[in-house]
Each structure stands twice: as C-alpha cells, then as structure tokens.
C-alpha cells in the first residue's frame, strides 16, 4: 500500500522560509517520478515542482528561483525548500508520485505566508 505522509507546513511571514517533507512508504521514490502541488482556496490545482527518476527537475515560473525540489533515498523522502515566501504561496500543498493519469497523492500540508 503506498502513502505518501506531508509534513512541514505552518505559517511563515512573507519573505520566510519553510521546508516541506513527504514520507513515502510502498514506493521506492528514487525510481518514481515525484512531485508537489497546490491548491489555493478558490483556486485551480497547482504543479509546483516535479523530479523525475533521472532527477531531471521542473518548476513552475511562480516558484522558479524560490523553491528547490530535492529527494532523500535513502530515507526514502521528497523535500521542497521554499524560501522567499509571498502571501500568494499560501495554499494546501500536496505530494505526489507518478505521471497523469495514474498519479497518488498524500494528504496535504497547509502553508499560509502572512504579509
């Protein structure tokens, strides 16, 4: 059974930091495609960042120079530093694993940058 278990959200002043984790259990994420998206309320879905098995990388130009997606195998862990915080990053963002349409998602982190 895959899960993927976010945590490190919280909320941060506009310009700080935050570090996002998400376990992955079931998967081996060194040889997954691995990624994050968010929601804001009212808002479409997200893609943030992505990294796949090559560990080739993506980001999305809201995030491009702010946000670094990173991986762990050893401990079997996806990261995404964020720093240079905005109150537009403010969202739920989640983990994912795979590519459309066979993606699984985790539960989610809430990250709520004040101004």
């Known amino acids: 059974q895959v899960q993927l278990v976010e945590s490190g959200g919280g909320l941060v002043q506009a310009g700080g930091s935050l570090r996002l984790s998400c376990a992955a259990s079931g998967i081996i994420i060194r040889i997954s495609a691995m990624g994050w998206y968010r929601q804001a309320p009212g808002k479409e879905r997200e893609l943030v960042a992505t990294?796949?098995?090559?560990?080739?990388?993506y980001y999305a130009d809201s995030v491009k120079g702010r946000f670094t997606i990173s991986r762990d195998n050893a401990k079997n862990t996806l990261y995404l530093q964020m720093n240079s915080l905005k109150p537009e990053d403010t969202a739920m963002y989640y983990c994912?694993?795979?590519?459309?349409?066979?993606?699984?998602w985790g539960q989610g982190t809430q990250v709520t940058v004040s101004s």
């Open positions: 994912v694993q795979g590519v459309a349409p066979s993606i699984r």
């Open positions: 990294i796949n098995i090559g560990g080739s990388k």
